[in-house]
T-cell receptor, first 115, second 115 residues
């Protein structure tokens, strides 16, 4: 099993550019989410989805869009990149949306720099 | 003030020593407590998961939760150089499925185990 696959691994953008971070999982997980990780801040939830066609905002959603047209894929779109969006982005999935019986599986991250 | 506090370290110990890690939190609604291990340039992976108060042991790892003090701990016995990583605590309230598997993370403690 590949688990959670994120592409690209690295990306450099100029301010104002847009791009899509890809995330795919092959575990038939219902729940998928996006986190960003910044030094000293821990991981912060951007958006999440409890199933195909259903998405919702997390703690830091501004500047990001998501959609979930299939169970496997959950892309994250940066609409107009800003230097404050320089971060490491992690996609995570779990079998269900319930914490109690469903640990999160993380991808290996996309390292994004906005100049 | 952050909802979950964790000393960033680094915590340096000799091989074979006990590693002691902890987190404090302010939200008394947290019911699920987890420890994740993150190697450099990799995604976090779940180490331990506990529900409510008490202790849980898994091999060389012991997790403790003291809800009255809002304090959780992770102990690593007989530490090995391969334990060198960043350890993240994470917590969640009792959530219904539709609200998603949302975790609040500490900032992580970097651990170095020297041979």
């Amino acid at each position: 099993n590949a688990g959670v696959t994120q592409t690209p691994k690295f990306q450099v953008l100029k301010t104002g550019q847009s791009m899509t971070l890809q995330c795919a999982q092959d575990m038939n997980h219902e729940y998928m989410s996006w986190y960003r990780q910044d030094p000293g801040m821990g991981l912060r939830l951007i958006h999440y989805s409890v199933g195909a066609g259903i998405t919702d905002q997390g703690e830091v959603p501004n500047g990001y869009n998501v959609s979930r047209s299939t169970t496997e894929d959950f892309p994250l779109r940066l609409l107009s990149a800003a230097p404050s969006q320089t971060s490491v982005y992690f996609c995570a999935s779990s079998k269900t949306g319930l914490v109690g019986n469903s640990p999160l599986h993380f991808g290996n991250g996309t390292r994004l720099t906005v100049t | 003030q952050k909802e979950v506090e964790q000393d960033p370290g680094p915590l340096s110990v000799p091989e074979g020593a006990i590693v002691s890690l902890n987190c404090t939190y302010s939200n008394s609604a947290f019911q699920y407590f987890m420890w994740y291990r993150q190697y450099s340039r990799k995604g976090p992976e779940l180490l331990m998961y506990t529900y409510s108060s008490g202790n849980k042991e898994d091999g060389r790892f012991t997790a403790q939760v003291d809800k009255s003090s809002k304090y959780i701990s992770l102990f690593i016995r007989d530490s090995q150089p391969s334990d060198s990583a960043t350890y993240l605590c994470a917590m969640s309230t009792l959530m219904i499925k539709a609200a998603g598997n949302k975790l609040t993370f500490g900032g992580g403690t970097r651990v170095l185990v020297k041979p």
